[in-house]
């Protein structure tokens, strides 16, 4: 053999093809099952962050056309209800299989829209949708067996808004818990996600779904308001910040609307001594950088021990040093895009708070795109309870390291926080898990894993992360006329 | 200690970390104590960040580099009860110029053979710059005494042997006589030396399938590492589960910890079960992701394999032909 | 039945699967039709019987429809091999993996629509529209187990609240190999509502078809094998029910048996012999003037009856 000499592995790009969907230059509506222009005429575009390339032209939906979308459903709800379960179910089995074989065009789609690695959506996001599908559509035939008494009806006419940061997994969790109780739904996806949604309207073509059953309706945060103040709705389900939760919490006040939220976070990962170190830092890393941090139940306030801090840094520092950040479509991309220029702003904002505030700042060196929207995964350490980026959600890739030094002072640092979704725990002593698991005020607790997601496991949160669950038998009392 | 070859060092101080560490092999307890005291292993974590490597996609030029890469790190290995001096210098002709189409395709690292086929391999080798290596030490069950172990490590030394893959006595180990298994590592590097002072290179094989937990191919790896060897390496091939990746992602994770603590560098070698291209470049990727550039060199990480090769070759045709190959295309050895 | 018709010698006429029994007289102008061979379905295989025989299955006016294998206690004993083989990895997969397998049954299924209504057609003598009815509701039987899957822990398990600090946890967990004795009655919905809620919870099956209209069973088998079912995890025996099922209910690596398909004196029988090794046993139904309605809606009772449940408990302390 020849001596040894110094190597480098580089990968080669290795994009994934566009070719498999195809994007119109614009669309309307999807109302009573036939697209439709916006009642007035406006538009807005919608275009990819990770090259600011306009990629359609939507409509912006006025109070006509949710007052349209809302009485189609209403229209259509007395014929769905009246279905047998097990027909309801057959549609949602149908929705399932359809966007399993349509996967690739579906994960290439959101990945443009939305800025996050192909293989995220490849992997994470389209499996996701079509296993929520999967689920719920068993649910439709069983609702007696569900712990809600032998006959749970519907409420009727559910009014959906979601973000932008998994759009058309969280259209998933929204849209088929409502359709297997019974309901029917008007949606509107975020203003700059909206494209997905779109092409879950061909899905439902596809499926033979009967018209008005799913409406999608696309606009900004006017729409959204309109849609969750329109007297003709039963149910309102909102994921998105907690400053819009609180406005529809006040404005559905007197009215008969359920109501259920799913809200911010600033996720405490609590990593002790024992904990398997490797193992750690990668739920460190999968906990604020998947999916850029744009991520409700992030682990935002990374809490180590102190004992161990400097090796887990250490240990931090080197593993995100192998992430890599770029182009979407690049197979082997692990942080794309941030969503948009509002979003980067003010990621950066709160990043030159921790600064100013006197929290050190580390990022891996790496090559950032020149068109787009980008930010680096950014770790702050010497990050203190009283720092705004402890307290503020960033929902960006970016890391606060705090340290503690016993688990009640874990415990105490972690629920300091009107937050309440999601934590992790870090440690190979299951009796800790347990008991640090039922101190810990959050609606998930990870142990020894992180940002794990499945429809059979009811998420959601406590305090101002929201109320009301999603997924599992839990996840169709939104959806039920029970309370 | 004096009459062991030098550590291998990566570092000037290395020799004097170690001794500070020496009383941690002291006795059986404190070397319990501190194999048990290093950080567990979460199984589903370790196989969750081995899959993730596994979705790399590697392509063009990436996978050009690799394919030449890994052949060249291949030690092209026959070890059966029917082996015959002309089987044994077919694999040496093989792994001398493994695509007789193309002659830029590189050469294998090794040939690796029992230790009475040694010397067939040596002469069939002379002029190459292609070691051989010998399997030792009762391989592969290694149940035997320590005085017949060290007499086979002594005959594949004598016979030329450039590198000896031995096997730790698993029983030993899994029964926590583990300063017993430490003390036979270094009897075996002992022996590997020649009368001139130099020495055959140390393989340590642990056979990750018996010791089946993850904990104990960690704490397998740091006795190892102590012990001196110069590589560490799954297993022999021989028994139902081989080489996998989160096994050989968990030992490379050990010997870069080995490295920041020590200031000594070790290789690693997974063997048995790879037999695709697409499985080699997973390895590559996990070595790269983990270690940086520092191991990807046959000096430092070997693929124990016979008909990995073969897969190689034809990816390496179909890179340059553009056409999917075929086994009439590559020969046999 | 026996298994060859008793001294008189065949007649001509018989019942051609491809048309009515006159147009096998007219060969010239109808294409000869190819007889389908029924066989046994076992480890994902289509094996004949070990033992060589076969009965003649007839239709309900007794006209000639097929030979099926008279399965023997050997060829029972195989299939628990079988099954048994299969159980740890069936076990193994996820609840969702399970619920996908068992939905691609009902789409396979619902391909073969029409050749399963003629075969519970000619099977059980029922009026096209009758059959069809049947062959649908079980397409939707299978498509109510592949719900199932992912939700019965949701339903019959859970946390405990046990007055000390501890986790205590309860959950379902598959039996193991199931022997299940199909209905007599109903050849095709009764066969498919005994078979789904045991595999989809995990369990492994040996399945014992009606004795007297076994051949949808066994076209089931064709079905299972296309649609990603491991081998083994159902095995379909035909024959004399009596003969199967006794070494089935003696066998100690079976877990389970489902009686449904047993007359009163046999199933008592058998659930003395299933005592040996203290198997889970599922009477069949009090003999009563109506057979059961297999089109109602089947509860959660056949999911549970070949459910353990496991309860751990672990301290959580600090």
């Not at chain 1, 068993?138 to 809600?148: C, I, S």
């Not at chain 3, 029922?126 to 939700?151: F, H, M, N, S």
Request: hydrophobic fraction near 40%; charged fraction near 20%.
């Amino acid at each position: 053999m020849t001596a040894a000499s110094h190597q480098t592995f580089a990968y080669a790009p290795a994009p994934e093809s566009r070719a498999v969907v195809d994007i119109a230059p614009s669309y309307g509506h999807f109302i009573d099952g036939e697209f439709s222009e916006a009642a007035d005429g406006k538009v807005f575009k919608t275009i990819s962050p990770s090259s600011e390339e306009v990629l359609s032209e939507v409509a912006q939906a006025g109070t006509e056309d949710v007052d349209r979308a809302v009485k189609a459903a209403r229209k259509a709800f007395t014929g769905w209800s009246a279905l047998p379960g097990a027909e309801r179910g057959k549609y949602l089995f149908r929705i399932a299989r359809i966007i399993q074989e349509r996967s690739r065009e579906f994960a290439v789609l959101e990945s443009l829209d939305n800025g996050k690695p192909i293989r995220e959506t490849r992997d994470v996001d389209l499996p996701l949708v079509a296993a929520h599908f999967f689920y719920y559509a068993g649910w439709a035939d069983k609702l007696r067996y569900a712990g809600f008494g032998p006959d749970p009806r519907p409420l009727g006419v559910a009014g959906q808004v979601i973000p932008w940061n998994f759009p058309l997994m969280m259209l998933a969790w929204k849209v088929a818990p409502a359709l297997a109780a019974g309901n029917t739904v008007v949606l509107k996806p975020a203003e700059t996600t909206p494209l997905s949604a779109l092409f879950f309207a061909d899905v439902v073509r596809q499926a033979g779904l009967p018209r008005g059953v799913v409406n999608i309706i696309t606009g900004d945060g006017s729409t959204g308001a309109a849609l969750v103040g329109h007297p003709g709705i039963d149910k309102v389900a909102f994921t998105g910040s907690t400053e819009v939760g609180k406005a529809i919490a006040r404005s559905v006040a007197g009215t008969r609307k359920k109501l259920t939220l799913e809200l911010g976070g600033k996720a405490a990962n609590i990593v002790f001594d024992d904990a398997p170190i490797d193992e750690a830092v990668e739920g460190i890393v999968n906990g604020i950088f998947f999916n850029q941090g744009h991520v409700c139940c992030a682990g935002s306030r990374l809490l180590v021990q102190e004992s161990v801090a400097e090796e887990v840094l250490a240990s931090l520092k080197r593993r995100m040093q192998t992430l890599r950040v770029g182009d979407p479509l690049d197979k082997n991309t692990d942080i794309g895009a941030i969503n948009s220029a509002g979003q980067l702003a003010r990621i950066t904002a709160l990043a030159e708070a921790g600064e100013a505030e006197g929290a050190e700042r580390w990022a891996p060196s790496c090559e950032l795109p020149t068109a787009g929207y980008w930010f680096r995964p950014t770790l702050f350490t010497q990050v203190t309870q009283a720092h705004r980026i402890a307290q503020e959600e960033i929902f960006g890739p970016v890391l606060s390291m705090l340290t503690f030094r016993t688990p009640q002072e874990a415990v105490e640092k972690a629920n300091n926080t009107p937050y309440g979704l999601s934590a992790g725990i870090w440690t190979e002593k299951g009796s800790r898990i347990l008991s640090v698991a039922s101190r810990l005020r959050a609606g998930v607790v990870w142990a020894n894993t992180f940002n794990k997601f499945d429809p059979a496991s009811p998420f959601g949160g406590y305090k101002e992360s929201g109320f009301g669950r999603e997924g599992g038998r839990h996840g169709l009392e939104a959806y039920l006329d029970v309370r | 200690m004096s009459s062991l070859p030098p550590v291998p060092a990566f570092d000037p101080e290395a020799a004097d970390r170690l001794a500070s560490m020496a009383d941690v092999t002291a006795s059986d307890s404190a070397l319990r104590r501190f194999l048990h005291g290093l950080p567990g292993v979460d199984a589903v974590g370790l196989e969750a960040r081995a899959a993730a490597l596994g979705t790399r996609s590697i392509k063009t030029t990436a996978k050009a580099y690799a394919i030449d890469l890994a052949i060249s790190m291949i030690d092209l290995t026959t070890l059966e009860g029917a082996d015959t001096p002309g089987k044994v210098r077919a694999l040496c002709a093989k792994g001398t110029r493994p695509d007789p189409t193309d002659r830029a395709a590189p050469q294998v690292a090794a040939i690796c053979v029992y230790p009475d086929m040694v010397r067939t391999a040596k002469e069939a080798l002379q002029g190459t710059t292609i070691n051989v290596a010998s399997v030792a030490t009762a391989f592969p069950a290694g149940r035997a005494s320590l005085r017949v172990k060290l007499a086979d490590t002594a005959d594949a030394v004598a016979a030329g042997a450039d590198e000896i893959d031995m096997v730790i006595d698993r029983g030993a180990f899994l029964s926590g006589r583990y300063l017993s298994v430490f003390e036979e590592i270094r009897a075996v590097r002992l022996a590997c030396v020649r009368p001139d002072g130099s020495a055959a290179h140390l393989k340590v094989i642990f056979e990750n399938g018996e010791l089946s937990t993850y904990d104990n191919i960690r704490r397998a790896s740091w006795l190892a590492m102590l012990a001196g060897a110069g590589f560490i390496k799954t297993s022999t091939g021989k028994v139902a589960v081989n080489a996998t990746l989160p096994g050989t992602l968990l030992m490379l994770e050990a010997v870069r910890d080995f490295r920041d603590m020590v200031g000594v560098q070790v290789g690693v070698k997974p063997a048995g079960g790879i037999r695709t291209t697409k499985d080699a470049v997973k390895y590559l990727v996990a070595v790269s992701e983990t270690l940086g550039g520092d191991w990807l060199d046959p000096h430092w990480f070997r693929f124990g394999a016979s008909s990995l090769l073969n897969d190689l070759l034809m990816q390496r045709q179909k890179l340059s032909t553009g056409r999917y190959s075929g086994p009439d295309y590559v020969t046999v050895d | 039945m026996s298994d060859k018709k008793s001294g008189k010698p065949r007649k001509p006429e018989q019942h051609d699967p491809a048309g009515g029994p006159e147009e096998a007289d007219t060969a010239q102008a109808a294409r000869l039709a190819v007889f389908k061979t029924y066989k046994l379905y076992v480890g994902g295989k289509f094996p004949r019987s070990e033992s060589g025989r076969v009965y003649e299955v007839t239709d309900s006016r007794e006209r000639r429809l097929a030979n099926a294998p008279l399965a023997s206690r050997k060829d029972a004993r195989d299939a628990c091999a079988a099954a048994r083989k299969a159980f740890g990895g069936w076990s193994g997969t996820t609840a969702y993996n399970r619920g996908q397998v068992l939905y691609r049954v009902a789409e396979m299924l619902e391909g073969r629509r029409e050749q399963f209504i003629r075969e519970v057609a000619e099977a059980e003598g029922l009026p096209g529209p009758q059959a069809a009815a049947v062959v649908e509701a079980a397409i939707d039987r299978w498509v109510w187990y592949a719900g199932w899957t992912d939700k019965i822990s949701q339903v019959v398990g859970g946390a405990n609240p046990v007055a000390g600090p501890y986790l205590n946890l309860s959950t379902p967990e598959p039996t193991g190999v199931v022997a299940v004795l199909a209905p007599q009655e109903s050849s095709f919905l009764g066969l498919v509502s005994v078979i789904a809620p045991v595999i989809s919870t995990g369990n492994t099956a040996v399945v014992v078809a009606a004795e007297k209209s076994p051949l949808p069973a066994l076209s089931l088998g064709e079905v299972l094998a296309t649609s990603d079912l491991p081998g083994g995890v159902v095995n379909i025996l035909s024959g004399r029910t009596a003969e199967i099922a006794t070494p089935l209910a003696d066998h100690r690596d079976v877990n389970a048996i489902d009686l449904t398909g047993a007359d009163f004196g046999l199933a008592v029988e058998l659930e003395v012999a299933a005592a040996d090794n203290l198997k889970r046993v599922l009477r069949p139904r009090p003999p009563a003037v109506d057979a059961p309605d297999w089109f109602a809606d089947p509860g959660t009772d056949r999911l549970t009856a070949f459910l353990e449940t496991k309860t751990v408990w672990h301290p959580t302390g600090g």
